[in-house]
């Protein structure tokens, strides 16, 4: 069983910049992160891989996310840039048990409880 918790969201203006971390308890193959905003369905953001040598962004955060990780503190990051307020979501990291560079949520078995990311204007 994996352990996932996120933390780092918080509330920021526009153009500001965040950092979401994700500590995850056991050993883990692709890592995500995925974000639901009020009335809308969950959505995937980003992912990378197990050594971190592939990643995937959703068109509307390329260039301005960047994720990453560190094995050694089984940890994965989320940095944001240049936020706007259509980012505003509660944002979920995901683990998975296998590689397959996938953006579908049922490749991801483990789920934390999100954290909150609020862009003002």
């Given at each position: 069983?994996?352990q996932?918790?996120e933390?780092g969201?918080?509330?920021?203006?526009?153009?500001?910049s965040?950092r979401?971390s994700?500590?995850a308890?056991?050993r883990?193959?692709?890592?995500?992160?995925?974000?639901?905003?009020?009335?809308?369905?969950?959505e995937?953001?980003?992912?990378?891989?197990?050594?971190?040598g592939?990643t995937?962004y959703?068109?509307?955060v390329k260039g301005?996310?960047?994720?990453?990780r560190d094995?050694?503190?089984?940890?994965?990051?989320?940095q944001m840039?240049?936020?706007?307020?259509e980012d505003?979501a509660?944002?979920?990291?995901?683990a998975?048990t296998?590689?397959?560079l996938?953006a579908?949520?049922?490749?991801y078995?483990?789920?934390?409880?999100?954290?909150?990311?609020?862009?003002s204007?």
């Amino acid at each position: 069983q994996v352990q996932v918790v996120e933390s780092g969201g918080g509330l920021v203006q526009a153009g500001d910049s965040l950092r979401l971390s994700c500590a995850a308890s056991g050993r883990t193959y692709d890592m995500a992160w995925f974000r639901q905003a009020p009335g809308k369905e969950r959505e995937f953001t980003a992912l990378i891989s197990w050594n971190g040598g592939d990643t995937r962004y959703k068109d509307y955060v390329k260039g301005r996310f960047t994720i990453s990780r560190d094995n050694a503190k089984n940890t994965v990051y989320l940095q944001m840039n240049s936020l706007k307020p259509e980012d505003t979501a509660v944002y979920y990291c995901a683990a998975s048990t296998y590689s397959s560079l996938s953006a579908h949520p049922s490749h991801y078995s483990y789920w934390g409880q999100g954290t909150q990311v609020t862009v003002s204007s």
